[in-house]
């Protein structure tokens, strides 16, 4: 089952899953319509690529849509993937990127230094 990588649409359509689950396809597509400006048919068609990715399932009559997987799995898939595919599994090199880019708020700089042991 590949969910270490999600499009963005399919991104954008598993907020809506996870954020309403469980919930019908109707109304996926009702909440994308107003978020996103889809068609019925757009987002039915991305509902049948996270069938085929097995992160979400169907069922009964109404197309209950239930996912299979939280969003910290895809981030953490997706978080992986990036290591090893850009940073060569370079944790500290990864993490000095974000923070020479600017990309960490100072806020969460003292969350780091605890997640570090450094604290």
């Known amino acids: 089952m ?14 809506i899953v996870w954020e309403n689950a469980p919930v ?9 319509g107003q978020r996103f400006g889809w068609a019925k048919n757009t987002t039915y068609t991305v509902l ?3 069938i085929a990715k097995g992160v979400i399932q169907r069922g009964g009559n109404d197309f209950t849509v239930t996912p299979l997987v939280s969003r910290q799995q895809i981030r953490r898939g997706e978080a992986c993937a990036l290591l090893e595919k850009r940073f060569q599994g370079d944790a500290a090199g990864l993490l000095e990127t974000l923070l020479e880019a600017g990309s960490v708020p100072p806020e969460q700089l003292p969350r780091l230094r605890r997640l570090l042991g450094e604290d």
């Open 2 to 15: 590949e969910t270490n990588k999600l499009f963005e649409a399919e991104w954008n359509l598993m907020d």
């Open 24 to 32: 019908t396809a109707s109304r996926v597509s009702a909440i994308a």
């Open 48 to 50: 049948k690529r996270l």
